[in-house]
């Protein structure tokens, strides 16, 4: 079965940086796009940053463009999301998510991860 895992949340000072991991398995990882989304209490999921299956182009949303980068590694079937400049509204649970298509949108994803706490303190 299909199964995103993803790793590196924690607690981090504002300005500090974060690299998240999300590990693959049971699906041909390089097949897929991967997305980045982040959910924070009361608020609705929100699309962070995506990159195409073979890790030639990424998007971002503005809030983080700048700050954030993705990038994989096909061979090690993971995905990683670099943090850097991190502000307390970056807090949020870190959802990682594979689909066909480098998409925006969370429906447009097919599995995704359970998630990891990122919290950013001021």
């Known amino acids: 079965q299909v199964q995103l895992v993803e790793s590196g949340g924690g607690l981090v000072q504002a300005g500090g940086s974060l690299r998240l991991s999300c590990a693959a398995s049971g699906l041909t990882f390089s097949s897929y796009a991967m997305g980045w989304f982040r959910q924070a209490p009361g608020k609705e999921r929100e699309f962070v940053g995506t990159i195409n299956w073979r890790g030639t182009s990424t998007y971002y949303a503005d809030s983080v463009q700048g700050r954030f980068t993705i990038s994989r590694d096909n061979a090690k079937k993971t995905v990683y999301l670099q943090m850097n400049s991190l502000k307390p509204e970056d807090t949020a649970v870190y959802y990682c998510?594979?689909?066909?298509?480098?998409?925006?949108?969370?429906?447009?994803?097919?599995?995704w991860g359970q998630g990891t706490q990122v919290t950013v303190s001021s």
């Open positions: 998510a594979a689909g066909y298509i480098a998409a925006r949108v969370s429906r447009e994803y097919k599995y």
